[in-house]
């Protein structure tokens, strides 16, 4: 096979890779790999030929040659990668049960989404259960929305989770009362009425505070009070029993449960008596069955603290994977700052642009499925993972590849070319027919910042102008050639077509406002188009005058 059948192959391949895109330089590569007896001044113009063919052409006939040299064997079709989950070897002897453990007082976004699809997937590797349980009984730092709940349905549906149980912690207060009484039977537990500075001083000096010693019949009075509102808020809190010696101090003699005089919780109103997170957690877990756990590394403390109720108890603590989290750059993901964000109107919502919700991914064009690769992907290592939108991309892509594909022409000048001939010309899959004499193009205001006097142009798939005359509202251009010339730009123009405006989310969100194909009119909200040299988007919004895009990725 030759040089240059070989470089159009790749070509090819690369172009159907990248959007309708190759790349000379990575050709240039391959070329040499395959030949490394041939000299890089003879490879060079053959992948640069190769590439310039390519460009021209539109993305169903990249998508067909590349289809077409798949089927005939060449070395051409994408290896899919190989994921999957680590083995298990303790679930030949045991029930895999799962658990995916969110506070509904805010919507997930991506890093919520990984221990959830995680935690599914292995319990249905292994034929076994997987758990949904709101764990809301922070009615004061972490109060739950009244729609906290459905939005997280709502999610885990999208990407295909479905739970074998659902339930919620402020279901099961009588539960929690029990194994307060309980703990404090056994001698593992106390009632602590120190003040809070005075109980940490005796902690950071390693010993018990009065409260501590006090017996079982002591405690038990303690608790009656303490169940029945006699303590207000502050005047005690239940602890657990741990090493006092123990390095990290936050391990020492942790709280089980407090009082919360005014809770926030829009279901739970005259309850006084709120569990902790790791005390409710860990005894939800037990009773459930959850064999696996997996959740961030942030919660690796909370595990050893909750190991300590299960030694009390005599249970065996389920397994657990920490994963680290996922960072992204110029991105908010603190629930707080968003629900701040919303009430002040700096966001519009939860799938505002300028989020990371899944519903706001969703918005954007991401697929579940491309979410889904991703997070399997990335599985439960504990180094923590800096994501950017072209990363996403390259997961997401593969189900987006056959969306359509439009011109675009960002920021629209008109362009006016004469002495022009009639031409029939393929656009992006559309045919053009160009009027003989003068024809008017518009072309982008970029574009046209990058010409003077005299440049040669090339509209792409078209013919070679000269520019004659230009200023920052209007070109006027003369034919030269249909035929290809060297040193030449390549630009992309539309005689007509709808308006765009394109959201390019961000924490800083940007607007990009084009002219795209007329043919556009007839796409469907939520359909994801494909534009060349800038790429994915999602139609958001349509109407006579223009049509809304988010854009998902390059």
Known sequence: MSHENDALRYAIRNAYEHQGKADAGALIGKLKALYPEAEIKVLVPIAKSAAEKVNNMGMNEIRELYEQFAAEGFELKIPEKKVGLLDLEWAATQPVVTRYAPNPSAPGHLGHLRPAILSYMYAKKYHGKFILRFDDTDPKLKKPLADGEQM?????????????????????FDIYDDYMKQIVEMGKAYLCTCEKETWKMHIMKQEACPCRELGVEEQRERLQKFLTHTYKQGDAVLRIKTALTHEDPSQRDWPLARIVDKPLHYRVKKRYVWP???????????????????RGQEHYQNMLKQKWLYAHFGWTYPHAFHHGRLL????????????????????SGWDDP??????????????PQGLSDLIVDLGVKTSDTVLDVPLMGNFNRKYVQNSLTYTLV????????????????????????????????FVSKEDAQKWKEGTL?????????????????????QFVSTKKLENTTQINWLPHGVDAKIILPGMETKIVYGLTDESMRNVHVNEEVFFPNFGFCRVDHKDEKEITLWYTHP
């Open 328 to 347: 992204m750059k110029g991105v908010e993901l603190s629930k707080s700052k968003m629900i701040a964000g919303i009430q002040s109107g700096k966001y």
């Open 152 to 172: 997280y349905v709502d999610d885990l549906k999208w990407v295909g989770v479905t739970p074998d149980l659902v339930a919620r912690a402020s279901d099961r």
């Open 276 to 294: 902790t997170y790791n005390f409710a957690s860990a005894i939800d877990d037990h009773l459930m069955g959850v064999t696996l756990i997996i």
């Open 457 to 477: 142009i090339r509209l792409r798939n078209a013919y070679i102008a000269k520019i004659n005359f230009l200023d920052e509202y209007h070109v006027n251009a």
């Open 354 to 367: 300028k989020l990371f919700t899944i519903a706001a991914l969703r918005r954007k064009g991401f697929t």
């Open 410 to 441: 960002k920021e629209p000048i008109p362009l006016e070319v004469d002495f022009c001939p009639e031409l029939e010309v393929k656009l992006d899959d559309k045919m053009y027919t160009l009027k003989q004499g003068r024809q008017a193009f």
